[in-house]
């Protein structure tokens, strides 16, 4: 267990993590945060977890980004400027930033310190976690042949509905390993229909570019520091500072509900931001939502996207596709179920920012997505939330 390295490179992480970084280290470089593991699946971890996980955390200390890596990256991924390579090739992770206590079967971590230091912990982390339960507890998994039948399966489904799909799967893998053979064959089988992985390390392996734009916790950072009714417009006007005309604005709808978001998400962000992502809630409610918007700005829908990316699974796609054709643009960025679909339950756990240092005072983040078991943060800020943007 002790030779184990799960996570082998810098990259192994998804590419919104590295836009969201550079975005910081250039807006809000003195920033600090506070993010914390949530248990949602209540899983018991097994004797010596804390310690395994931390030497995984300790070898991270010695990822560096190397020249061939760098190479891809301005290849592949032109919004990241020279600066941002520049710092990203110094870049080391530091397995101080990361509490872990364990007591009996129960797991706490938190992580502390710059955000533009500690944004690339959370994908990684769990990545690792999850990796590491299923060896400790031994459990079985489906054939390597049976895996690959499967991918093949639903990939060939996906290009006969004549559709655009992408691997999110990265958090909540089986392993590395099975990560990789899935989107081995997604390059291979995909044809037209695989648009990229948001894993950075694997799509260099593959010669693909990464796909993805943001995280929930850019929009919570801005929630804490300018109000919750405000945040989306605030957030999307300081993405386009760093994104503009750049192929990488697509805005996310469901930090502090879809209501909120549009409203904030007025004719000139419409007509910017080539598209939405649906991350919580009714697709169907919300593709309807979204086509209205749109042309209540006289903004052709057909010309937009929606991404869409919660819990994805092939009749979920083929319902939400019968609402969209030949009104808005969909695609579908599939996660556990490409990346964990093995014959084992799939992990669910998240890893949240908590707090956001502002002007010396700590203060408490909260998502408020359209589902409520999707909610993060403190029960008191999430109160409060639901007061400020009227849910109460």
């Not at 009714?229 to 300081?238: L, R, T, V, Y």
């Not at 707090?355 to 203060?363: C, D, E, M, R």
Request: charged share 25%; with cysteine.
């Amino acid at each position: 267990m002790n030779n184990i390295s799960i996570i082998s490179s810098l990259l192994d992480n998804d590419f919104y993590k590295f836009t969201m970084q550079n975005a910081v280290i250039k807006l809000f470089p003195l920033i600090k945060t506070k993010y914390k593991f949530i248990n949602r699946g209540k899983y018991i971890f097994p004797k010596n977890f804390s310690k395994v996980l931390k030497e995984n955390l300790d070898k991270m200390a010695y990822l560096k980004l190397s020249n061939n890596e760098k190479i891809f990256l301005k290849k592949f991924c032109p919004c990241l400027d020279n600066s941002y390579l520049n710092f990203l090739k110094k870049y080391q992770y530091n397995p101080k930033e990361v509490k872990i206590y364990q007591n009996g079967s129960t797991i706490k971590m938190n992580i502390e310190g710059l955000w533009s230091k500690i944004i690339l912990w959370e994908v990684p982390l769990m990545a690792i976690i999850s990796e590491l339960y299923y060896k400790m507890i031994g459990i079985k998994r489906l054939s390597n042949n049976d895996i690959i039948k499967i991918t093949k399966e639903k990939i060939n489904k996906y290009k006969k509905m004549n559709i655009k799909v992408g691997e999110y799967g990265t958090r909540r893998r089986f392993s590395y390993k099975i990560h990789k053979l899935i989107l081995k064959i997604l390059v291979k089988e995909g044809n037209n229909s695989f648009i990229g992985s948001s894993n950075v390390h694997l799509s260099k392996i593959f010669s693909k570019k990464p796909i993805g734009t943001q995280g929930h916790e850019w929009i919570m950072f801005h929630a804490a520091k300018y109000g919750f009714n405000i945040a989306d417009q605030i957030s999307m006007e300081n993405w386009l500072k760093i994104y503009n005309n750049k192929k990488l604005n697509i805005a996310l709808s469901d930090t502090y509900t879809s209501s909120i978001f549009f409203k904030n998400f007025n004719k000139k962000l419409s007509n910017i931001y080539e598209g939405i992502r649906h991350d919580s809630g009714d697709p169907i409610n919300f593709i309807k939502e979204t086509i209205n918007h749109y042309k209540n700005f006289k903004i052709n829908p057909m010309k937009k996207k929606i991404i869409f990316s919660d819990n994805l699974d092939p009749n979920k796609i083929k319902h939400i596709l019968s609402f969209c054709k030949k009104k808005i643009n969909p695609i579908f960025c599939i996660g556990t179920n490409f990346t964990n679909d093995v014959g084992v339950p799939p992990m669910n756990i998240v890893i949240k920012m908590t707090k956001v240092l502002i002007k010396k005072k700590w203060i408490p983040v909260v998502k408020l997505s359209n589902s409520k078991e999707k909610y993060t943060g403190e029960k008191k800020m999430i109160s409060i939330a639901k007061k400020m943007i009227h849910l109460l």
